[in-house]
């Protein structure tokens, strides 16, 4: 995984890191009919390009590569992917 979503994300429903992103890795979108059953953003470990583009937008200083996620955030790791786990199950 390259880049994760934090609980930082969690109520704000912004989607600038979704338009920001070139390669549709962050989900739900704003269109999907689940966009509004969800807390917060995710990122799919498998679609992520590691651009970066995402991060800067963020207003809420919710994203962080992997390796640079805070220790009191490291459970945001295991949470964003199993939300794509359950996606794919």
């Known amino acids: ?3 994760v979503i934090t609980e930082a994300c969690a109520g704000n429903k ?3 890191c979704w338009e920001a ?3 549709d890795a962050i989900h ?3 269109g999907d009919a689940s966009f509004g059953q969800h807390v917060q ?3 799919d470990p498998t679609e992520c390009i590691d651009c970066s583009a995402c991060e ?3 207003p809420v200083e919710a994203i962080y590569p992997e390796e640079d996620v805070p220790e009191e955030s490291r459970a945001s790791i ?3 992917r199993a ?3 359950a996606r794919t199950a």
């Open 1 to 3: 995984m390259t880049y």
């Open 28 to 30: 739900p979108g704003p």
């Open 41 to 43: 953003l995710y990122i």
């Open 56 to 58: 800067p937008v963020c």
């Open 21 to 23: 992103c070139p390669a």
């Open 83 to 85: 939300f794509f786990a």
């Open 78 to 80: 295991d949470v964003n």
């Open 14 to 16: 912004d989607t600038a």
